[in-house]
């Protein structure tokens, strides 16, 4: 199994996904700083271990990849493991609990 992790750039409306929902709703943390907490987490696993714990990069909005070739302000969809979302819950945890 996977899970999603929504991946922008501030400024704009942070798309809802579970794991940010499960922490905004298990800290009381407001979206923007669940967001960024999540990818807090998820850029120090990424310095452990390696951008290999993404699984995949999905540009949440493909249709504008043909207009946009650039790849300018393209929101992506991180597709990581079951196991890189436990840890990230760990790290979560052991932060907010």
Do not use: K
């Not at 905004?24 to 120090?44: F, P």
């Not at 949440?60 to 207009?67: F, V």
């Not at 929101?75 to 609990?97: C, F, K, M």
């Amino acid at each position: 199994m996977t899970s999603e992790i929504f991946n922008q750039t501030h400024g704009r409306t942070i798309s809802s996904y579970d794991l940010l929902d499960e922490t905004q709703e298990r800290y009381g943390l407001s979206r923007t700083d669940a967001h960024d907490a999540i990818h807090a987490m998820l850029d120090g696993i990424i310095e452990t271990d390696g951008d290999t714990v993404i699984l995949e990069r999905r540009p949440a909005r493909p249709e504008l990849l043909a207009s946009n070739t650039a790849d300018v302000d393209v929101h992506h969809w991180l597709v990581v493991s079951d196991e890189t979302a436990a840890e990230i819950r760990e790290a979560l945890a052991a932060v907010y609990a």
